[in-house]
């Protein structure tokens, strides 16, 4: 015997009902986990970069508010001449051919070994300038970076093997790897494709490169939000609201905040930008581990849209300088200075503009710029710092241990390794720092900064001006 209509109706009204109370009982719950969860995640962070104590380890080196690195892929750099011409102008003072003066500030740039069809230089390449160039740079540090093993199509194992004695013999050390968006090498596998770390494949790579002395890694995250390892708030997701592109702005938002919110829950894709960390560690397919680190684009139309020569300036705009100066983050942009193919010359006016800017804002003691491996190794450094202090009549005594490194393990660092270390101290005169029980000499006494608290600084007396390096 069939149910009367209405009772059907009635039925079907409770089913519904129900169904949407257990739908929003979820989203509510997932909702709730989510603001726990970040509220945690910028708890973790006030202990982190605790300042408040009389002795204090200060988060960057003196009297930097924020740390910046510009990290440069080399796709579309077609000649040699070019590639010096824009290190020329980025990296040194002296005169360019259509740039005017360099910037003279530390930034870094990378290399294929393979050269790709689109027109790209590669080391190795029938010209032998380039791949002496290319050695050059990598010791004089203008190159910090490997990107990828390049195009080479039918990469193997063996192709990795002959790059890496290649670097081997020359005595040309890198630890910083980034993905290539078309290469067979790459060690990320879930945003750039690779199958570098899948020890069954023919292109399986990692244990060597690792070995060889990669530490760091960009598997292909990429964020919109001025400033890493800062806590996570919602001004950071409404500043990307951009009035001349109002539409495109809004999906931006939506994408970041999502990206965010799939983080905290638990995917592991998105894994850095849970806590919206530089760092992290990452264990790759084949069961090895190193720090995985993201990168920032703001291009209006999306992620990795202004990852160009043109779209730098909107990069490291003076808007993007300010904010990240007011959160005090970290940040590493993601660029190709070579993807320049409207632009004469190489570098447009609008970004020569925006780096010059960069670069003041560097000589004021506001943004801290250095290259990619100089960032990273700095973090880690400073994050894992192991020290005490004592007071004793009326002096600081300073005892560096060591670093706790995750991954490496505990060592004692090199006077190197702590180069721009800074702590806040009581009195800047009456302050004393030790390494292992010896006391370090170069140490820099410094007047108050913008929070009031004088402080002392490790600096090496190797301790380069940038300013001052030659491409020669």
Known sequence: MSRPFSMNVTYLRRIGTGIAACILGAVMAAGITYLIRVHEINKAYAGRYHTDSPVAL???????????AISSDIDNTGTLQEFIEINRFINTEEMTADM???????IGNSFFFYEPRAGTIGYFSKDPQISETIRRYVKAGYIDFLHSYGEKENFTREDAVRALTELKNTSCRLDVWIDHAKSKSNLGDDVTFGLGDHPRSKEYHADLTLAYGIRFAWLGRVTMITGQSVPVAPGAFLDLFDADHPIPSVVNIGKEFAKNVLGVLGNKKYALHRGNELVKITRLDDGQKLYEFMRFDNGWRGVGTGADARGLAQSVSSKVIARLKQKHGYMIVYTHLGKNGDSLPFIPAETQKALRNLAAEFKAGNIYITTTSGLLNYYIHQRYLDWTYKSENGETIIQIQGIKDPLKGDFVPRIEDLQGITFYVPDKIKARILL????????????????????VTIAPAYFRDFSKKSLN
């Open 100 to 106: 005017g003066t360099g910037i003279g500030l530390d």
């Open 58 to 68: 200060r988060k960057f080196p003196f009297p930097y508010r924020a740390a910046m």
């Open 436 to 455: 292992s029980g010896k006391e370090l000499e170069n140490i820099r006494r410094n007047s108050p900064d913008y929070t009031g608290r004088p402080s």
